[in-house]
């Protein structure tokens, strides 16, 4: 069945404390997992970010949704029980709880009066039973929305920048890939680093740098601003230049991408050669900011609960 979006989530965490109990939110996103049969994947599947697992996070979002509409009451940091109105909501026997039915409680609907015009479509495609109008068939937390919507301007992002390096001189390369590895911290300085890249003059780059700003080992670096795959036969050279230079290490990158036999091959040799691809030289462009600018930054805040711990 899948992970199941917050929306569906919220009916069975409503009925999981339909006991009266005060439960702890660890104890309610453990039952609700087993009811919904999730596998230990599922379970653990995480947020792009890493930083919570998916299902906790919409099991999460399920529990705020309906405290907001006053269903849920969190006696204090960590619990949760159902209130009186929830008690009432269970008697009536819903089919289905969404936030367009939590919309008919005062505070919920205020506090949504704004929200986002995605979230407004899904939820009446929800009300509606119109679940093939509702994009991947699931209804994103706003941790997802924000996650995907990063994921999605990001790889626009390294795809313009990978045809941007496509289309710039082979100098203007060099000093690119110069400055890549010099903000990964190999070559000590630019300057030092540039004297020793870019020998080759054929559209690559071949040399040596400083694994380290002391110096203490020679890694080889050759660059391919090809556009065709880069194959086994390649590497296969690179690897066997790198002797004349006694470099066990080497990176290889190229604005293309790698065949599986060149992957293959550098996991059973013994030098240790680094394949970097478009993609991932983009990336890196982007992690260390090497011809990118911010354009808008949004800092996302949480409540700090332990300034309201009362000694």
Same mark, same amino acid.
């Given at each position: ?11 069975? =965490?409503? %009925?999981?404390? +339909?006991?009266?109990?005060?439960? /702890? ?7 609700? #997992? @087993? ?66 039915? =939590?919309? %008919?409680?005062? +505070?919920?609907?205020?506090?949504? /009066? ?7 479509? #899904? @939820? ?87 694994? @380290? ?99």
């Amino acid at each position: 069945m899948g992970i199941p979006d917050f929306q569906t989530i919220m009916l069975p =965490l409503l %009925q999981t404390l +339909a006991d009266g109990k005060v439960w /702890t939110t660890r104890d309610v996103t453990k039952s609700l #997992a @087993d009811f919904f049969k999730l596998t230990d994947e599922e379970r653990s599947k995480l947020l792009p970010s890493g930083q919570q697992s998916v299902f906790g996070n919409r099991a999460a979002w399920a529990k705020t949704d309906l405290k907001m509409a006053g269903l849920i009451e969190s006696p204090s940091r960590g619990l949760v029980k159902i209130s009186h109105e929830g008690t009432k909501v269970l008697a009536e026997k819903p089919a289905k709880i969404t936030r367009s039915f =939590l919309r %008919q409680y005062p +505070a919920y609907d205020a506090f949504f /009066t704004k929200k986002p015009d995605q979230l407004v479509a #899904a @939820d009446q495609h929800a009300a509606t039973g119109d679940q093939q109008a509702i994009a991947t068939d699931e209804i994103q937390t706003p941790e997802e929305l924000l996650e995907s919507s990063y994921a999605t301007l990001r790889n626009a992002l390294a795809e313009e920048l990978l045809d941007r390096v496509k289309s710039c001189s082979p100098k203007f390369f060099e000093q690119l890939v110069v400055r890549v590895l010099v903000a990964m911290g190999y070559g000590g300085s630019l300057a030092d680093a540039g004297q020793v890249i870019g020998k080759s003059g054929d559209g690559g780059i071949d040399g040596t740098i400083k694994e @380290d700003k002391l110096g203490l080992d020679v890694v080889c670096v050759q660059a391919k601003r090809w556009e065709n795959t880069v194959g086994r036969p390649v590497v296969q050279a690179f690897a066997g230049s790198m002797e004349g230079f006694r470099a066990r290490k080497g990176v290889l990158i190229t604005t293309a991408s790698f065949s599986a036999e060149a992957r293959e091959y550098v996991t059973r040799i013994e030098r240790r050669i680094v394949l970097i691809d478009g993609p991932t030289l983009a990336n890196y462009m982007m992690d260390y900011d090497i011809g990118v600018a911010m354009s808008q930054s949004f800092i996302v805040k949480k409540i700090d609960l332990d300034f309201f711990e009362e000694s």
